[in-house]
């Protein structure tokens, strides 16, 4: 009896492990790295001012020097496969502190350039009121799927 009792553990046990290994289904790495949430707008670049400055070699130079509490401008050129939201824009006083957003702007007033084939759109913004600073301004933008841009920077530093 007690030789029954035996191979009918071992067979009981053999039989739920062969049970619980079957039930287990290996994760699918490949599908979970390739599911996409949807197409993201890309920042070409930003650059400050009402105009468009470049260097010797024809690069965009971000930056811009002004008076304090001086009105200009923030310029974001991007490229969009899907509806803009809105765009975004923070300041902060290095490239690397704590962000606070300067602005909110939905969607609508931004152009095609036909020469960058990119759109383009002018935000206002206010320089710091403190003389010899600087601020670093960063834009994202957000479209109709909720996906948000990566950031691009410039940073606005006033007249001593």
Do not use: H
Request: charged letters at 20%.
């Amino acid at each position: 009896m007690k030789k029954y009792i035996n191979r009918f553990l071992l067979a009981s046990s053999i039989f739920s492990s062969m049970f619980l290994i079957g039930c287990y289904q290996e994760p699918d790495l490949i599908s979970d790295l390739s599911v996409s949430k949807g197409k993201v707008a890309q920042i070409s670049m930003v650059w400050l001012g009402t105009t468009r400055t470049v260097n010797s070699s024809l690069a965009v130079l971000p930056n811009l020097t002004t008076d304090a509490n001086a009105d200009t401008k923030i310029n974001i050129e991007y490229t969009s496969e899907v509806p803009v939201k809105e765009f975004r824009v923070y300041y902060a006083a290095t490239s690397t502190a704590a962000q606070t957003l300067v602005s909110t702007t939905p969607a609508g007033a931004q152009k095609y350039d036909p020469n960058t084939r990119n759109y383009v759109i002018s935000l206002p913004i206010k320089a710091q009121e403190t003389k010899k600073t600087s601020r670093v301004f960063f834009a994202e933008i957000v479209t109709d799927n909720g996906l948000v841009s990566t950031q691009k920077s410039a940073t606005l530093t006033t007249n001593p």
